[in-house]
């Protein structure tokens, strides 16, 4: 099963499962992972992560599979003068597959809006979709703010055909692609990893009778 890459964004867990947050692993070497200093989900504060605490880290691979593994905070050190955190680095066997791809996705061209931060800047900007999924979307940007994969973002959006007295949907995404295609910018593919459940069952009803709208069609 494949680890977490450096420049990855992980998801963490602490064994209350009340406090969760995230982190970029900074490296890897063959018994460690190298996380920069770990942030609540929203990114307002610091997560509290004591030497020896045990927590769960999540995470996805290029196909937007999720997995997990258990394992324990080491120390704290610099790497390359980055304040991070050490912990123990799983074997192969001891990392869980928790969910396969599994959300059919089917060609959308609706407006979407993005928000992420980078620093103290917040980049705000909209773009068009190429696809979606309940578990995610791709879309090209009106301007191109040089998004990076693993960028966490934060996209909106309404589905067409949906009532009028319907909020937008809000997903926050992680970025796991960045390509050029024959379009006049870069498209970027994005996997939902907070989203809440009535959404999600939103983008899949609308999914589900897109592709009903397309057989008929004979696409």
Wanted: some cysteine; hydrophobic content about 40%; glycine content about 8%.
């Amino acid at each position: 099963m494949s680890l977490p890459v450096a420049g990855q964004t992980v998801y963490i867990e602490k064994k209350n499962r009340a406090d969760r947050g995230h982190a970029r692993v900074l490296d890897l070497d063959e018994t460690t992972l190298y996380l920069d200093e770990p942030v609540t989900l929203d990114g307002s504060f610091a997560l509290d992560l004591p030497i020896g605490e045990g927590i769960s880290i999540s995470y996805r691979l290029a196909d937007g599979s999720l997995c997990r593994f258990e394992t324990s905070v080491l120390s704290r050190t610099l790497l390359d003068r980055l304040g991070s955190i050490r912990v123990v680095k799983p074997i192969a066997k001891d990392i869980l597959r928790v969910q396969r791809r599994e959300f059919a996705r089917v060609s959308m061209s609706i407006d979407v809006s993005y928000l992420l931060r980078r620093g103290d800047r917040l980049i705000m900007g909209t773009g068009i979709t190429r696809d979606m999924s309940g578990g995610g979307l791709s879309f090209w940007p009106k301007i191109d703010h040089g998004i990076r994969v693993t960028d966490p973002i934060t996209v909106k959006f309404t589905l067409p055909g949906e009532a009028s007295t319907l909020p937008p949907i809000s997903a926050k995404a992680e970025v796991l692609r960045v390509e050029n295609t024959n379009h006049a910018s870069v498209l970027y593919s994005l996997h939902f990893h907070e989203i809440s459940n009535a959404c999600q069952q939103r983008i899949v009803r609308h999914v589900f009778k897109r592709q009903i709208e397309l057989r008929a069609k004979g696409v």
